[in-house]
């Protein structure tokens, strides 16, 4: 019988299973090859169930990933066997190379190394761009996060089925041989590493954008996208770019806690309370903002975390230099033009030449059919004419914002805004 | 004190679909009960079985071994806690708290005779 007396050795540390769960993956497929990634996902999924069934009647293990790891390497043992004797053929040398490739993780820093070049070459090959662009997000969260089809669902605000769709047809196309493991190499690798870069990006703004403060799995996004961002960056293909990625993650993900007040409503980054800002990803951002400046080229990232840098750099919201940020969303006119870029910079013009000037550059966008059903251009719209006294037309831009799709934190925010400009 | 065995019943199925945060939580569960019944000193020993489903011996005289028991629930025993508890109504409180409960699972509380503790 387990001895009572000795007790657990430790708890678990925060997202064990999950980042473990990625790097076994990564492991294993680099072990059976791509066309077997359904296979290591079992694998790795019986692991931490065999750790469920276990745990709670022996105790959690001196070193729990080592645990998961060496029974993770017996299951797939066991399964390729079970294939073989069922007559699969190119499964058996797998196990030659899984038994090579006995060793001990969770305290060899070789290991961890080779763990994190695994990871790296999932991220790759998970952000192929021969796989669609939705299903490269959904794959990279799967099965180098760790993240469950549900909660890839929740994130996305999808259903299951459809994410779940999404992950068998691109592990079909990387199947059928369209994609390998391999470390790509010159303008393979550089067209992967933006590809992954993107993919990273728009997990955070997917996890940061409708942060509602409620669902955690949210949350998990941002970070996930920052550890994977500090993953490419401190890589072997690490890239001024992806620095710069890191850094705008990072100075964003510092103000998560100040965006949202104790009674869950939204604050504006100008009204935020600075001192809620996570100092510790703050400097992380300034880290990898410097190490940004390294290259010649001036990314779309580079402007901005560059813009980020300047918000996190101001000690009060009264210290922002707007001047240096309407400088910065000329330069990303010029790199990547959008109109949501666009309306950043109207902003900005308000803030150096006042609310005409930029009501006056957000005329064109009134014409874009993209931003139709954004509630920003009319809420920043509103807001310019509350700040020349225009309170009716104020009033009739929030009644239009609230008309357009956005999370009930946002339309509290607009409802507030709609009473103050009808004097209320 | 008398001692209780606490039985735990699960079915596999329960986490087919738990991704490894929903794993973590629950172990993470498992862990704080087994830890309040170490520090309230209730806890003698707790044993996972193994995953097959064992081996039957029946007879008089004869004996005959097969695999089994085939339950025609799909519930399998797990495994089992040994605590010492005041009395049953007592060993069912602490059983209260076992996260199988939360899951779906089963948890049978058996008493060790007292003759048997006696002796």
Request: charged share 25%; with cysteine; proline share 4%.
């Amino acid at each position: 019988m387990n001895d009572a007396a000795t007790g657990t050795p430790d708890v678990l540390v925060d997202h064990l299973f999950r980042n473990r769960a990625g790097q076994m993956v990564a492991y294993l497929t680099r072990l059976l090859g791509p066309e077997h990634l359904d296979l290591a996902e079992e694998v790795v999924q019986e692991a931490l169930l065999k750790a469920l069934q276990n745990w709670p009647y022996s105790g959690i293990p001196q070193n729990p990933a080592g645990w998961l790891f060496r029974v993770a390497r017996n299951t797939a043992l066991d399964a390729i066997r079970h294939r073989t004797l069922a007559g699969e053929k190119n499964i058996e040398f797998a196990a030659e190379r899984i038994r090579d490739a006995e060793a001990v993780v969770g305290n060899d820093v070789q290991i961890e190394e080779q763990l994190r070049d695994d990871e790296l070459r999932m991220v790759l090959m998970c952000c192929h761009p021969a796989l669609p662009r939705d299903a490269r997000v959904a794959l990279s969260l799967k099965t180098v996060g760790g993240f469950s089809t549900r909660e890839i669902a929740r994130a996305f605000l999808s259903d299951e089925p459809t994410i779940a769709q999404r992950l068998v047809r691109a592990k079909r196309q990387i199947r059928e041989g369209q994609v390998s493991f391999a470390l790509p190499t010159g303008d393979d690798l550089a067209l992967r590493l933006e590809s992954a870069l993107e993919v990273v990006y728009l997990m955070f703004n997917e996890g940061y954008t409708a942060q509602s403060g409620e669902d955690l799995v949210r949350h998990d996004l941002c970070g996930e996208a920052l550890r994977l961002a500090r993953l490419l960056a401190t890589s072997s293909v690490g890239t001024p770019q992806a620095h710069a990625v890191v850094a705008l993650i990072a100075f964003q993900a510092a103000r998560l806690p100040a965006r949202v007040d104790s009674a869950g409503e939204l604050v504006l980054l100008e009204d935020q309370d600075r001192s809620l800002w996570d100092q510790r990803l703050v400097g992380l951002g300034f880290h990898h903002f410097n190490e940004c400046a390294e290259g010649t080229h001036m990314s779309a990232y580079h402007v901005q975390a560059a813009i980020a840098a300047v918000y996190a750099g101001a000690q009060h919201a009264k210290d922002i230099d707007w001047k240096a940020i309407l400088n910065l969303y000329d330069q990303l006119m010029e790199i990547s033009p959008s109109p949501v870029v666009a309306l950043n910079r109207a902003v900005a013009v308000s803030k150096v030449h006042g609310p005409q000037a930029a009501l006056i550059a957000l005329r064109p966008l009134v014409e874009d059919r993209s931003l139709r059903n954004y509630y920003l251009l009319p809420a920043v719209q509103g807001r310019l004419l509350l700040d020349l006294g225009d309170r009716e037309a104020a009033a009739d831009c929030f009644r239009q914002a609230l008309a357009r799709p956005c999370s009930e934190p946002e339309k509290r925010f607009l409802q507030r805004r709609l009473e103050k400009s009808m004097g209320a | 004190m008398p001692s209780f065995m606490l039985l735990l019943y699960g079915n596999p199925e329960t986490w087919a679909n738990f991704g490894p945060e929903d794993i973590q939580k629950a172990i993470q569960k498992y862990m704080a009960w087994g830890d309040k019944l170490r520090s309230s000193g209730a806890l003698l020993g707790s044993h996972k079985l193994a995953d097959d489903v064992g081996k039957v011996m029946r007879g008089q005289g004869k004996v005959r071994v097969t695999d089994g028991p085939y339950s025609e629930t799909k519930e399998v025993l797990g495994g089992y806690y040994l605590i010492k508890a005041a009395n049953y109504n007592e060993a069912v409180e602490i059983s209260r708290g076992c996260p199988s409960l939360e899951y779906g699972g089963t948890v049978e509380v058996r008493q060790v005779d007292p003759m048997d503790e006696a002796a």
